[in-house]
């Protein structure tokens, strides 16, 4: 298996770089982060303890339909779709198609967070009075 190496920025910053990118200013380099999440709250909502369980279900247990997987970490299937469908956005996994049925299969076993501690900043938002109403 793989890394995924992974990193934060703020949306503005990602759109920015996608551009200077796509307009030829910058040249990503081998080691940029391949996935981007926008917050590390969202980065770890991702990847919290039971969508972990739910990747070592897949890595071990190799279930061929999102049926099994539903059936084997216990989690409504409904659930279980909206959370896939996320991981294969981020490079997670991937689904593979087997006759009628649709299964999970992990891409990477590994994750590395790149998170820079100094550099830009989003201003936090300021709430009116009224706002908490």
Not at 3 to 28: C, F, H, S, W
Not at 52 to 59: Q, S, Y
Not at 80 to 90: A, F, P, Y
């Amino acid at each position: 298996m793989t890394t995924l190496k992974v990193g934060i920025a703020d949306p503005e910053e990602m759109k920015a770089r996608t551009l200077r990118i796509a307009q030829g200013e910058e040249k990503p380099s081998p080691g940029d982060p391949t996935a981007w999440f926008a917050s590390t709250e969202s980065f770890a909502r991702i990847l919290s303890a039971p969508n972990r369980e739910m990747l070592r279900i897949i890595a071990e247990q190799a279930p061929d339909s999102l049926d099994e997987l539903a059936a084997l970490s216990d989690r409504a299937k409904s659930n279980l779709s909206r959370t896939l469908k996320t991981m294969i956005g981020c490079g997670l996994i991937r689904m593979e198609r087997s006759g009628r049925k649709l299964a999970p299969k992990l891409i990477h076993d590994r994750v590395v967070l790149e998170l820079a501690l100094t550099g830009p900043r989003r201003q936090p938002s300021r709430r009116k009075e009224n706002d908490h109403e």
